[in-house]
């Protein structure tokens, strides 16, 4: 008996807990404020590399990487990227060993021991744009450049986000209120948490970068997209061998389980009979 009614009593309180839970759910709601009536949420995009069965598309990597290195990196940094890396993305080792020497990286003079900068090598990777935090906030309103190799996984939808960031630059609409409009140096973005950002418009018109022949063209929209499907390839670089690798991984899960199953069923069923 004392059994059976402390089994009742943790199911009654398991029962109340359950339902207060549900009940604060239902009932939760975010603090309105004006953030929170402004922000969108990202825009819907689609990518060769989506999907159970997505790959990447060289050619459109290529054209990210050259908005990348035409626009986005004179302020953000890839540190997490190595100049050989890029082999990937269809670059012969000549092409990505004068990819490597068109950017100064720091180095060491052997003569003095002094340091100094020096032309890339394969094996170096992309230097940081400024020297320290303290540079990279005076040139940027007191704002520092967030790195960018692992942006589109560190974000929410991150590629969606990155892409709607880049193209969501806009007036701030007549009712928002005086004290959420963008002040000196800021830029209202919709997409941003806060509405308003430290970086200008990166990608401002058509043909910014010029694209090579064979290549959509260069619109502002394109160049977003072409640069966040880079981005998720300097997040993610082996996420094409990840779902190779994933798809024979499940299908011998699931031999193995059909094979446990009947061998379960083998080894039971004389001794299920004598029962």
């Known amino acids: ?3 059976i009614i402390s089994i009742l009593v943790g199911l009654f309180f398991t029962v109340a807990l359950a339902w207060s839970l549900l009940v604060g759910l239902f009932n939760f709601e975010l603090p309105h404020t004006v953030e929170h009536e402004f922000h969108k949420a990202p825009k819907e995009l689609h990518l060769a590399s989506d999907g159970p069965f997505g790959k990447f598309d060289r050619q459109q990597l290529q054209r990210g990487f050259q908005v990348y290195k035409e626009v986005c990196s004179a302020c953000h940094s890839l540190s997490h990227v190595a100049f050989r890396d890029l082999t990937a993305l269809g670059y012969s080792d000549a092409e990505v060993k004068a990819i490597a020497a068109g950017f100064q990286v720091p180095g060491v003079d052997p003569a003095t021991g002094e340091t100094n900068t020096r032309p890339g090598m394969p094996t170096d990777y992309f230097p940081k744009p400024f020297a320290n935090d303290i540079a990279a906030r005076a040139a940027n309103n007191n704002a520092i450049p967030p790195d960018l190799s692992l942006m589109t996984k560190a974000r929410h ?4 986000y990155v892409y709607s960031l880049l193209t969501g630059f806009q007036n701030p609409p007549a009712n928002l209120p005086e004290a959420n409009r963008p002040g000196q140096g800021l830029h209202y973005n919709p997409y941003f948490a806060n509405l308003n950002l430290a970086m200008a418009p990166p990608l401002t018109s058509e043909g910014q970068v ?9 619109t502002v929209d394109q160049m977003a997209k ?4 880079f981005l998720v390839w300097t997040a993610e670089p082996k996420l094409e061998k990840r779902k190779q690798t994933g798809w024979p991984v499940l299908g011998f899960l699931l031999f193995a389980t059909v094979l446990g199953f009947l061998a379960f069923r083998n080894i039971w069923a004389d001794k299920k009979k004598k029962a």
């Open 210 to 218: 010029q694209y090579g022949e064979g290549n959509p063209k260069p």
């Open 226 to 229: 072409d640069v966040t499907a």
């Open 157 to 160: 939808e991150g590629p969606a």
């Open 1 to 3: 008996m004392a059994r």
